[in-house]
Each structure stands twice: as structure tokens, then as C-alpha cells.
């Protein structure tokens, strides 16, 4: 089955703790990025790849680190949480930047307290 | 400053009518337009891509369409039943490498 999967799906952790989450996808896509959701201000972009070892910032890079070692994998790595971080986050696939269809991951709910 | 907005926020309608969804885009010169649907605890399905030279796309009882001269985009529901309640999102790509922007939903909740 196509998908895009994320691990944890939901997690719980103090300021300053790092922490990791990863996205995969099994579609061969090119193009991955990760979103943040939060009441009243909708999904913002964070990151996105556009290839292997290509990445670049989206609207709300601050605070995060993104890798593409790998095609399939696209890991959000928090160095240092912080309250303000607290929020929903998807990450979404699709064949190449253009004009196709997104697919999105469950979300993890991050929670730092 | 490139904005997405959906009116209203909520929605409430009876099991079995017909409604539409808004969505409005600042600046026209869109390269495609897409719809989401939400559940709570759930990541985005999407269920319609309009590309700019398109006027709409149909999915079963879903009808999307797309404005670009009035910048507004309309989703319509069909006979619509208790399974359609969520957030319905669209989002607007406005050249094929920038960035999607998405607007803030509408959480449609259908009554039986």
C-alpha cells in the first residue's frame, strides 16, 4: 500500500531534549517536506527536499534540522525543543515539485513541556 | 503577501443537503489549486487538483471549481451525509516550485 509513515505519532518530552522524528515514504517521490498545524494559523511549511541531499527552508525553519540521505526518508530533528514548538506535524510526499498531488503522513503531536 | 482564506470557519448543515465550501486566494496567478479533507487525530486526504487552466473537477459527489479572475475556488458536496464531517482545507501552489499555501479549514459537521 502507498503511503507516507511517521514514528512517534504522538510524544511527550522537556525542553532541550533532542528528539527525532522520521517520515518514510514508499512511492519513489522525490519531493518531501514537513508541516507544522496550529490553531487559528493552518499548516506552515518548515522544510522541504526536493531530492536526495537536497533540502532547503520553508516558511518556519527556525529550531528544526532536516536530512535526505536517503529517498525514502526524511527525518525532522529538534536539537533543542521548546514550548513553542508544541504542535501537530505532518510530512507530506509527492512525485516531483510540480503540479501533482500531495500525500500526507498520520501526524505526530508533539507535546514539550 | 500571498494569503489563502476559508469563510466560514464552521459549519453545521442537516444530513442530506447540498453545500459549498469557500475559498479565496489574494493574487490570481495561481499554478494549481487543491482540496484537503481532515479527520480529527488524521493526517490530509486529498480529493480534488484543479490546475490553472482547468474550471473544475468532479469526484463522485464532490465538485470542485476554480475562479481565478474573482480569485475564489469553491468546493460542493452533494447529498451530503454524516461520513462527510471534517476539516475540509484547500491550498494553492502558485508556480511549480514554490511553496503550498494553505488556508486555515472549514470543520464541516454533518447532523443526521
Known amino acids: 500500500e502507498a503511503q507516507v509513515t511517521q514514528n512517534p505519532r504522538y510524544l511527550i518530552t522537556v525542553t532541550g531534549k533532542k528528539l527525532t522524528v522520521t517520515c518514510s515514504q514508499n512511492?519513489?517521490?522525490?519531493?518531501m517536506s514537513w508541516y507544522r498545524q496550529d490553531p487559528g494559523l493552518g499548516l506552515r511549511q518548515i522544510y522541504y527536499s526536493m531530492n536526495v541531499e537536497v533540502t532547503d527552508k520553508g516558511d518556519v525553519p527556525e529550531g528544526y534540522k532536516v536530512s535526505r540521505k536517503e529517498k525514502r526518508n526524511f527525518p525532522l530533528i529538534l536539537e533543542s525543543p521548546s514550548p513553542n514548538q508544541t504542535s501537530l506535524y505532518f510530512c507530506a510526499s509527492t512525485p516531483r515539485q510540480g503540479s501533482y498531488e500531495q500525500y500526507f503522513g498520520p501526524g505526530t503531536r508533539l507535546t514539550v513541556t | 503577501k500571498q494569503e489563502v482564506t476559508q469563510i466560514p470557519a464552521a459549519l453545521s448543515v442537516p444530513e442530506g443537503e447540498n453545500l459549498v465550501l469557500n475559498c479565496s486566494f489574494t493574487?490570481?496567478?495561481?499554478?494549481?489549486l487543491q482540496w484537503f479533507r481532515q479527520d480529527p487525530g488524521k493526517g490530509l486526504t486529498s480529493l480534488l487538483l484543479?490546475?490553472?487552466?482547468?474550471r473544475e473537477q468532479t469526484s463522485g459527489r464532490l465538485n470542485a471549481s476554480l475562479d481565478k479572475s474573482s480569485g475564489r475556488s469553491t468546493l460542493y458536496i452533494a447529498a451530503s451525509q454524516p461520513g462527510d464531517s471534517a476539516t475540509y482545507l484547500c491550498a494553492v501552489k502558485y508556480s511549480s516550485a514554490s511553496k503550498i499555501i494553505f488556508g486555515s479549514g472549514t470543520r464541516l459537521s454533518i447532523r443526521p
Open positions: 512511492m519513489n517521490h522525490e519531493y
Open positions: 493574487d490570481s496567478a495561481i499554478y494549481n
Open positions: 484543479i490546475q490553472s487552466s482547468q
